[in-house]
């Protein structure tokens, strides 16, 4: 979905809608966001390096041909700083390196960090709970299955239903 720099106001997150991942930005007014970028511009290959560069970029050249939305989503969990506060720290980040990782210093950790005084990342927290109700599930087939009182069960139930 596409939206203008009129909706946007200073502080405000904006979420890139990137296919699988989502890029987030910091808006700071007069159409530019200052956002967390990887020094490598190769897809994927840039996750796995440990530094990365604040960047100030016009919001039409950082969204390209992908849609983009305002998602202050977290402001229902934390009270979010000042605008003047935001737009000000992100102004000063501009330029620095900071240490990148994917799953604990990302570009939604820094934008919520400046947002919010407190750096977590939704994606990543959705990636872990997913990870847990899979492997709660592998487990509990293992568990049934290792029992050999529910194995003989299953199996018995399995040649009566299929044969």
């Known amino acids: 979905m596409e939206h203008s720099s009129t909706e946007s106001h200073p502080g405000d997150r904006i979420e890139f809608l990137q296919g699988i991942y989502h890029h987030w930005a910091l808006y700071v007014g007069d159409g530019d966001v200052v956002h967390l970028t990887p020094y490598c511009k190769v897809p994927f290959l840039s996750l796995t390096?440990?530094?990365s560069l604040v960047?100030?970029?016009?919001?039409s050249d950082v969204v390209g041909y992908d849609g983009w939305r305002v998602n202050n989503?977290?402001?229902k969990k934390h009270v979010p700083r000042r605008a003047e506060d935001i737009v000000t720290a992100a102004r000063?980040?501009?330029?620095?390196e900071l240490d990148y990782s994917v799953?604990?210093?990302?570009?939604?950790?820094f934008v919520n960090k400046?947002?919010?005084?407190?750096?977590?990342?939704?994606?990543?927290?959705?990636?872990?709970?997913?990870?847990e109700v899979l492997c709660g599930t592998c487990s509990y087939i293992e568990l049934v299955w290792t029992r050999p009182p529910l194995n003989s069960l299953i199996l018995y139930f399995y040649f009566v239903?299929?044969?």
């Open 161 to 163: 239903l299929f044969s």
């Open 49 to 51: 390096l440990p530094l």
């Open 114 to 131: 400046l947002r919010y005084a407190r750096g977590e990342s939704q994606q990543v927290n959705a990636l872990f709970n997913l990870n």
């Open 92 to 96: 000063h980040a501009v330029g620095r």
């Open 73 to 75: 989503d977290l402001d």
């Open 103 to 109: 799953v604990t210093k990302n570009c939604e950790h």
């Open 55 to 59: 960047q100030k970029d016009k919001l």
